[in-house]
């Protein structure tokens, strides 16, 4: 019985020892940073690894996001935000505290109220902020406007951008940024918009095509995204148009999608719709063919 008592308690400490183990590693992972995410600026942006770089206030924290005034700053990836309003520094500034247990700096954000750099606007929601104090959010969707405020004033529109995972250091932004996904496009919810994708195949079925995508158009805001190296699923209804370009320029009808192979090129122009957060996302399954044109 003591030798029957004792193996059980052994086993009872090593269930224990695995749960403990288990459970850290799980925590580790939660700490993780998203392998990809959405990329924190919608528009032209312009932005190198100036991570560590000499600042006076000592060595950079993030990287700096260059892009238009009041571009739309979207959520890196789900979580809740806060408002951080009293750094002369980062002027204008919002944390975003990740499913993941990542923490996303916002800082720099918008503070004028025209075009010009006229520090006319306020740290508040619908000048710097999209969204309210302390608002769950999903992936993507738009929390700020990116600005010049703090000691940023008057120099180029940007966003300073830092990830710090676990809530601890900061690491360098850049390597998850050049991974990021970038949204297609952004919109009021409801708006009408349409894309028009190029890339090559990576399948397709007679009603669903999966492409990696290029190249990226929206309307009718009319902008162009590029290198995107995407892999979006789209639905082909029975009212789609399908095409072959051939050596002449001139395209002919294709009488099925199954004909296409994996590595021809395609350009899809996508059915008018409603925006929403997944079709700017270009979620799989979400965005629907109009007319594909194969390569």
Known sequence: MRRHRTTARGVLFLVATIGVAVGAAAAFAANKVPEHIVFPVVGRVQYTDDFGAPRPGGPHQGNDIIAAKKSPA?????????????????????????????????????????MTNDNRGKCVKGTAYAVKNGAKVAAGQQIAYVGDSGDADGRSAHLHFEVHPGGGKAVSPYPYLQKAYK???????????????????VSATIDRLVMNVATSQAWPSALMLTKLNRTIALGVPETALLQSVGPTGAPRTVTSLTLAQKGDRVVVWTQPAPATLKAERGDDDVLSAALIQLD
């Open 74 to 114: 979207v959520a890196a990836e789900a979580g809740k935000v806060k408002y951080w309003t009293t750094s002369r520094s980062a002027g204008c500034m919002l944390y975003l505290y990740g499913e993941s247990g990542t923490n996303y700096y916002y800082i720099h954000l918008n503070n004028d109220v025209t």
């Open 183 to 201: 949204l297609l496009f952004t919109a009021k919810a409801g708006t009408p918009f349409a894309l028009a994708l190029t890339g090559t195949v």
